[in-house]
């Protein structure tokens, strides 16, 4: 199971989206039609089968609006859930409830939803050696989060940022002047801790790399099943194989047997659909 990140670090996520969705004059319609001192008891239910991420910002969310909520979380980010499972349970003034509602909602559902996705795209690859990841298709904003998503649905997380590592994809090659040409500048440039991947996307590139070496991770973009084998075949293990580029789940078992070592799709991010949790009084 994933560890938590510290709350400190979420907190702005959080804030900011309470911030949206409360500026700039608050809650209108509770401060309306609920009178002050009305306590209420408050469920957050699972609506459809899933994998959940998004508790812990949920509860931070409830907690900023009124820190003397009780936020009990009843299931941990990761575990699988099924309709009518109640997720965390809030008890206090019913305001601070229904100011935090939707936030919670929305951050639970979306990064459930990444995580539920990520899941079936795991399991697609049983009996494999491939990992599935992600990429930096992320939400602005929001990667750090879309990312743990990923590893509460049992991925691994590809680089968070343009820092992480050195990632030479095709326009830099053709801006550089060949593989060669990248690759020898890459290793003159790295450090001991920096990782060298090379975006590749027919074999005698392939090949080229190899033969140049410098890279520790090679992508293979847009091959189909087929070629993604000879790819296999020709590394022979001597470098991490990522296929890339048009990974839907429907592909991904037959790219798996291929025996890659990874598998990215920006789907896992970009196309996963929130998940149905509610708020039931």
Known sequence: MTAPLPDFLLEPLVRAALTEDLSPMGDVTTRAVVPAGVRYAARLNAREAGVVS???????????VDPALRVETLVTDGSPIAPGDTLMRIEGEAASILMGERVALNFAGRLSGIATLTSAFVAETRGTKTRITCTR????????VEKMAVAHGGGSNHRFGLSDAILIKDNHVAAAGGIRAVLEAAKA???HMMRV?????RLDQLEEALEVGGADVILLDNMDTPTLRRAVALAAGRVVLEASGNMQLSRIAEVAATGVDYISSGALTHSARTLDLGLDF
């Open 137 to 144: 298709k992320t939400t602005p904003g929001l990667r750090v």
């Open 197 to 201: 991947e090379l975006e590749v996307d």
């Open 189 to 191: 440039a790295r450090s």
């Open 54 to 64: 998004g508790m812990q910002i949920a509860a931070l969310a409830f907690r900023l």
